[in-house]
């Protein structure tokens, strides 16, 4: 059963898919004005960050619920994601080199895409559907991440719904989580 507020987005959703445009690559998003805070748009809180995880996103969740009740949490991964370009161990081995004695960045995480299709066996080309199964796969994280913190309502928690934004053609596919 769906909340209110998320089939209400949903239509909307649908209503923008035929004149929807691209949105602009990961280099662009600064010059395009995406910002990188929580921003009130429409009637609706967005919290955007790398690669649209959940734990980043955390702490504004809670504290926005607690002081203006939250209706409901939709977490919305993307098609053609930066994250879907790098994984946490090139990250981390960037910063080492800027950074070699910071011994916190060996455990640190990026939110790397990558690391959800395929986490035993790196490999550097993947098909379209490990890249389906990969963004799934982190939309099902997050919801589970969190439906488990202890400190986010439980009727928000159980209420919230998982989606990928296809860029190309506008469209919210539901993910099951």
Known sequence: MQNSTVTELLQRNKAIV????????????????????????DGVVVCRNVGGH???????????????GLATVMIIHHTDC????????IIR????ERL?????IDTMEFGSIKE????STFKPQFTDSDISIGLEQSVMEDLK???????????????ATGYIFDIKTGVLSPVEG
Do not use: S, W
């Not at 035929?18 to 805070?37: C, D, I, N, R, S």
């Not at 081995?93 to 080492?96: A, D, M, Q, V």
């Open 82 to 89: 930066g994250t879907l370009h790098f994984t946490d161990a």
């Open 145 to 159: 991440m969190l439906r488990e913190n202890p400190l986010v309502r439980k009727d928000l928690a159980q209420g």
């Open 100 to 104: 070699p004695h910071q011994q916190e």
């Open 93 to 96: 081995e960037k910063l080492i």
């Open 116 to 119: 959800c299709v395929i986490p």
């Open 18 to 41: 035929a004149g929807h445009q691209a949105l602009p690559f990961f280099p662009e998003f600064k010059e395009a004005g995406v910002p990188p805070h929580p921003t009130f748009v």
């Open 54 to 68: 959940i734990g980043p996103a955390m702490k504004d969740i809670i504290a926005l619920d607690a002081y203006v």
